[in-house]
């Protein structure tokens, strides 16, 4: 099952989808732009505090 976040990108507005290595993540599919779900509990109750970490380069 894939979920998605449409137009959730803070980097393009894109639309992310929610996927899972070794741990959660959301990634845009336009500019790959990648956030890491600290808690998938987190994400799908989108608390008021969006607290993630991001991992960019550049
Ligand atoms: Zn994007």
């Not at 599919?29 to 987190?42: A, G």
């Amino acid at each position: 099952m894939v979920m998605w976040r449409l137009k959730s990108c803070p980097r393009c507005r894109g639309d992310m989808f929610i996927g899972k290595d070794d741990r959660w993540f959301q990634q845009c599919i336009q500019c790959s732009y990648r956030v890491e779900l600290k808690l998938l509990e987190d994400f799908e109750k989108q608390p008021k505090r969006t607290a993630v970490h991001a991992t960019t380069k550049g």
